[in-house]
């Protein structure tokens, strides 16, 4: 079984799952991703970082970082971007990053953030069919992304409109709201 535990994105688990992740990126893309990244953009109340634990071990991480219009045309007031989304290849297959990514949906909610934004790459097809499958839909490419042939931009409504559309449900399938 999974425990999320909030927390803060340079605690030395999320470091350690930090730098799994960007060396799947070197495997996948040949580099790391060098989107900027401040660990105090995921502190509350506008970020948030979890690490998935299973039997005391860090196995998954994911974190979110509030975004607003003023810092680009393809973001809204009141965005969330997720960040750093990485289940270990032990812990695959088992819904770990869909229960991440509603943990990300539920806490960005309840910081009152209306929208989550995300990038990934044309080469994971395996986040794509998770974003997809969880309600994400394709949007134009924001900030550092806008260039990039290989990135592919999604996002999902889940603040309190989302949460008034009938059915409208978290990545894991609780209710929104």
Known sequence: MLELRPVSFDHPDAVRLIAEVQAFYR??????????????????????????????????CGGWRARDAGEDPSLADG?????????????????????????????????????AVL?????????????V????????PFGAYRCEPNSRCYAKEIGAGAARRP????ADGVPLG
């Open 133 to 140: 499958s969880c309600g994400y839909t394709p949007i134009a």
């Open 79 to 115: 965005d969330a971007e997720v960040k750093r989304m990485y289940v270990d290849d032990a812990h695959r297959g088992r819904g770990y990053a869909r229960s991440v990514l509603a943990e990300l949906e539920r806490t960005a909610v309840a910081a009152g953030r209306r929208r």
């Open 27 to 60: 495997l996948r893309y040949g580099d790391e991703d060098a989107t900027p990244v401040d660990p105090a953009q995921f502190a509350a109340p506008l970020g948030f970082f979890t690490v998935g634990y299973v039997d005391g071990t860090p196995v998954a």
């Open 167 to 170: 059915g409208a449900r978290a």
């Open 119 to 131: 990038e990934t790459g044309t080469k994971q097809p395996e986040a794509i069919a998770l974003y």
